[in-house]
């Protein structure tokens, strides 16, 4: 049985968490990732959204594909994806290992967490608000 990582996203920059969960994946750890609507984008707000809102569209007419998720805990399980090379052997397993939640499950509720975010002095947005405007 490997070891088993518990991260609580709250205040969590996305890509920052993102990184060290595709780390520690790699290295053959199971990582579950609570909260994940309460990780935050830095920057400016009208910018995220068209960002997200632009690759969205880019995926809607086709039946192929690129689809890009909606909900909070998709779009932190691609961010992930996009950090690990996914289509070789060791990547795919490593997203395996990847578990993301919006909530805290009942199994999780009394296990040990490690909190990766802190209050951000800038311009931040939330994905559970990205989410709700794209």
Known sequence: MSEKIIIDAT?????RLASYAA??????KDVVILNCSLAVISGRRESI?????????????????????RSPE???KRTVRGMLSYTQGRGSVAL??????????????????????????????TLGELSRLI
Do not use: D, F, W
Not at 11 to 15: F, S, V
Not at 50 to 55: A, I, L, R, T
Not at 56 to 69: D, E, F, M, N, V
Not at 110 to 117: D, E, H, Q, V
């Open 11 to 15: 205040n969590a920059t996305l890509g």
């Open 23 to 28: 780390k520690q994946a790699l290295l053959g």
């Open 49 to 69: 959204l068209s960002n997200y809102k632009q690759k969205r569209a880019r995926g809607s007419t086709t039946l192929k594909g690129p689809h890009y998720p």
């Open 74 to 76: 998709r779009i932190m």
């Open 96 to 125: 395996k290992k990847v578990m993301c939640y919006n909530e805290v499950p009942l199994e999780y509720e009394t296990s040990k967490k490690i909190l990766a975010g802190k209050e951000k002095r800038t311009k931040t947005m």
